[in-house]
């Protein structure tokens, strides 16, 4: 009963002490959030046609049935009204000097921000402030000087208790969001959703869409000059960027041609590697159109980091118009048509074969040797 007691008050007077410790570091990390986006797109005066379809992107009031009437109204078959976003569109993007994570524009990555600053951090300054007060109170009361004659003791059930059941609670305080975590990053995706395939080469990207008739677009670093010109950054700038659909479901998967490579993109909380002979999957919701930059994260070579990803999320009717300007197709009709169907209606209908680019021997892209345009400052080596 008394070391019941004594326990309990002794514990209660730890968790305040822990209480106390994290306040500070709660406030100030909680007062980040939400994180401001890093450049807020503005709205765009209409000047011509192709503006137009620019503007329509700010809409994001623009709601799923409009989306869907408006792929069918405004953008053609066929039509090259696709207009590739301006940089005033960038949102997940690194910036000079900054600390700790970028914006994040998914839910996983709001929540993983989250666990981060609202439990992770607190948690970790807490029992480092814990431990140094402890090696301080340690130097200061337990010296020769001020404590002559040490006490013999060797166990003290109350502390051993509180030390074995206190780490226990942290972990499961830990465990339960991470695993959480963990669980929603690998959902499977709606059977619907559509797929999109990256590849990675040495030392590019390949990013093929067989549910738009297998088109494979190829992603190149684009040369720092141009880069700035067009106010991209540079080394993370490509020539053609990924397109997909924002604000709903999208399945990733990911590949390598040749080695292991890993397609991540930080501000949308997405790192899969790229494996050869292994097709890896994840779901991917980005909430709002934007462009979002992202690396190869596994070292696959001398120009590793010459393989930078930039996502383009756009509303349904311009990803569409997007997908049609590449010679692709949008639902099963057109995928028909595309086929040539009609020689015989049972048949089933196949995309296309995907024959990336890296497998047609002396293709630009197919494991080309690195140039001076695309890598600043990279001497080129012999071509072989
Ligand atoms: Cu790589």
Known sequence: MMFGGFARRQMRSLFLLLAALSLP??????????????????????????????????????????????????????????????????????????????????????YALWFHDAILLPLTV??????????????????????????????????EVIWTAVPVLILVAIAIPSITLLARQYETAPADSLTIKATGYQWYWGFTYPDNGGFEVIANMMDEGEALAQGSPPQLAVDNRMVVPAGEIIRIQTTGADVIHSFGIPSLW??????????????????????????????????????????????????????????????????????????????????????????????????????TTTAPGTPAPAQN
């Open 270 to 371: 997405f790192k899969l590697d790229a494996v050869p002979g292994r097709i890896n999957e994840r779901t991917l919701l980005i909430e709002e159109p934007g462009i979002y930059y992202g690396q190869c994260y596994e070292l696959c070579g001398s120009r590793h980091a010459y393989m930078p990803i930039a996502i383009e999320a756009l509303p349904r009717p311009q990803f569409e118009a997007w997908v049609r300007a590449q010679g692709g197709t949008v639902g099963a009709a057109e995928a028909e048509a595309a086929a040539g169907a009609g020689t015989d209606p049972a048949a089933p209908v196949l995309p296309g074969l995907q024959e990336p680019e890296s497998s047609v021997e002396g293709a630009p892209g197919a494991g080309a040797a690195p140039t």
């Open 126 to 159: 807490a029992i480092c402030l814990l431990v140094l007060g402890l090696l301080l109170w340690v130097v200061a009361r337990y010296n020769r000087r001020a404590n002559a004659v040490p006490s013999k003791t060797s166990h003290n059930t109350l502390i």
């Open 25 to 110: 570091v709660f406030q100030p990390v909680m007062a980040q959030e939400p994180a401001p986006p890093v450049l807020a797109p503005p709205q765009p005066a209409i000047t011509s046609e192709q503006d137009a379809v620019a503007a329509n992107v700010a809409d994001d009031t623009i709601s799923a049935a409009d989306a869907a009437d408006a792929s069918t109204l405004d953008v053609a078959p066929g039509s090259a009204a696709y207009t590739p976003l301006g940089p005033e569109w960038i949102k997940g993007a690194p910036e000079p000097g900054a600390m700790t994570f970028q914006p994040q524009y998914t839910e996983q990555g709001d």
